[in-house]
């Protein structure tokens, strides 16, 4: 017991005193995290850390220093030159970047050339730039990710082919996919505030080693703003504040954050509001059919079908959105630090516009209100990180998490006076415990544990909307009442730079499930009063990265994924469609995906490359697949359900399917402060059936011409997407008239589409700028695969930021 309080004294206040390099852009004084610094020995390597910062006293006054990041200008110094500049080294930025530091393969640092897994950064610079209105948008800035909405207040970003439950969100290294994230199409993305995001990454393929379930077609990996530590006895202030204003939906949104810093103590303060007005479709060369030419009021009592005096506004698709982020950071010295993180996003009610625009056999409108509740989400997590070799490790990471899901769904049918609600939340708590371990010079050691619970709580009734003090009548709920989801899992990686040429990494990891619901009986005589389901999974990966030259990059990865059956999969009674009701399955295993993946690069011109061009490709194949089915229950095909005669269907393990697909990307940069870049990517798959799945996205990719200096950008861009045939129709999107058009012969199709784009950012100095911008400048009517909502017609966009 003496023995470890000394350890534990030794760890908190041992460090001795450091020096600490403080590296910032020159452009905007944004601090620059991941920048490699070496000796010209190559001796002695650091990485300044998420705030900008390194300790550099294992340097000696004499030495030169290299300073080497991907989107900066290389940087030879002595150590005695950044002593008079009081250990702050100002970096100018690249046009063409080359490698550069990811975080998401493995939840740790390491270089894009030493990792297997295809990984799409996205800065601050990037989406700054881009300035995205939510982060479903900020993701499919940089390609390879397709967004489907079916409201404003929407976005589901499909990767690979998988979509919602089988894409896995991560805010700091912590998931958010919880037990009721469903298979349709999600929106849980837009609640992460792309204001307060500092970097995200996309991370391409099956993830489940490191994050566990659900990751199957790829990671969305968030990080928040940083903490910035003093590293003098002033205090360090720092903060920026945004205007920006969007004319199709005439958004108008206002951003502030700031930072305080001590030498132990730090605190970072984030807020966004956004106000949505209803958006404006394109009012230029479109199809005639995705017009608003009517919609439903309530006046007096009484639901009327309302013509629209201006078709391209889409009616009751405006919302508002509010969210904060608040950090802290105590530490106590160089080798520990302790943070609380929290994180709060609320909307008003969201219109869900894909069914108010449907239409019943009649052809009338068949819902006179149909939205979401306000989505909030509270996430609060304590996490502490400690670098102390010690022979278990050399740095640790664990974070105790708690996070508050709230959602509802509220409809009524037009001309009927009762509207049902349905709200759903849930309470989750994680652990999750990281560790690594350089075991040699070439070999480091990754492992960790990760434990996951779900409580869910569902409530619904029906009241009349017309009648005063009305009394609340019980409805089936989507969810059983109190059920609960657990998850507990480990794993190990090793990663080996078995010379300068090959980096080598594999890996195991076991997840064990535990789901737990009591079926409420009252409205259907479910067979089974009780759900109960403990299962698990062995996942494994298996990559190498092999650099034949400098120039060269040749990557190869065999790994599989996994997604266990959650409260959503197992245990909901909800109508998937109209018509269509879906109910418990007591039987469900969890589905896996095995994967091969290869990746190609090659850059030209020598040191100073003027050309970087990538390929890649995958083959994955779905077993045990979780797809809806048509069943029974107590002998009947059809039950009725909210007042509709409804087939009844059920998730099941009934089917496999392939999925296969490939990238291209290019940068080139001809001259100084020239650049261009394009993007393109092909997927296919089908079910075992041969049958088209719903979450494979057209063909789709867009080119840039850009000129980059330090203080200008301005980039003219063009987007464009395939067309999705009637033959490569989903059957589940084939029941959907009313978002896509029909040819000749009456079959369903999504048209392609292309719009040209230009925006540009002017950094007037390192306090203000301004960036503006036209998208969808030909005023294209165009509605994106799957989706239900038009896209923006004709955009123009400004943006005013300030920064101390």
Known sequence: MYKLAVLCALILWSGGKAQTLQLIDYANGNVIPDVLIYNLDRTKFKTTDQNGQADISEFSDGESMIFSHASYIKVVIKKRELISSGYTLEL??????????????IKRPEKSRETANRVQPISMKDIQLGQPQTAADAVAQKGGVYVQKSQLGGGSPMIRGFAANRVLISVDGVRMNNAIFRSGNLQNVISVDPLAIAKAEVLFGPSSLIYGSDALGGVMDFETLPLNYSESKKPKISGSALARYSSANHERTGHLDFSLGWKRWAWTSSFSASQFDDLLMGQGVGPDEYLRREYVETIDGEDLVTTNSNPHRQISSGFNQFQTLQKIGFRPNENIEFRYTMLYSTSSDIPRYDRLIQRNDEDSLQF???????QSWWSNNLTLLLNQPNGAFDNMKVNLGYQFFEESRMSRAFNNEERKNRIENVHMFTLNADFDNRISSRTTLFYGIESVVNLVGSEAYQESVFEQNTNKQAIQT?????????????YINFKMNRDERNTISFGLRYNHVILHADFDTTFYPFPEPTLDINTGDLTGSVGIAHRPSENWQINGTLSSGFRAPNIDDAAKV???????VIIPNTELRPETLYSLDFLISRQFGGP?????AEWSGFFSHLVNAMVREKTTLNGADSIIYDGVLSEVQTISNSARATVYGTSFNIEVMPINFIKFTGALT?????????????????????VHAMYVTEKITLDAYYLFNGEVSPDRMALSEQAKPDIYLANNRGELY????????????WQLNKHFGITAGVENILDVRYRPYSSGIVAPGRNFIVSLRACL
């Not at 006179?368 to 306000?374: E, R």
């Not at 059983?480 to 507990?488: I, K, L, N």
């Not at 100073?608 to 970087?612: A, D, E, S, V």
């Open 574 to 580: 909800f109508d998937s469609e109209p018509g269509r």
């Open 682 to 702: 092909w997927i296919d798959g089908n079910d075992d059936e041969g049958n088209p799945l719903r979450h494979v996205s057209p063909t789709f990719g867009e």
């Open 92 to 105: 100018h930025s690249r046009v063409l970047n080359l490698d550069e530091y990811v975080i998401s393969a």
């Open 608 to 612: 100073k490359p003027w050309l970087k």
């Open 368 to 374: 006179a209100t149909w939205h979401y509740g306000p």
């Open 750 to 761: 999504s048209p392609s589409w292309q719009t040209l784009n230009v925006k540009g950012s």
């Open 478 to 490: 989507r969810y059983p009442d109190g059920s609960t989801h657990q998850m507990h899992s480990a």
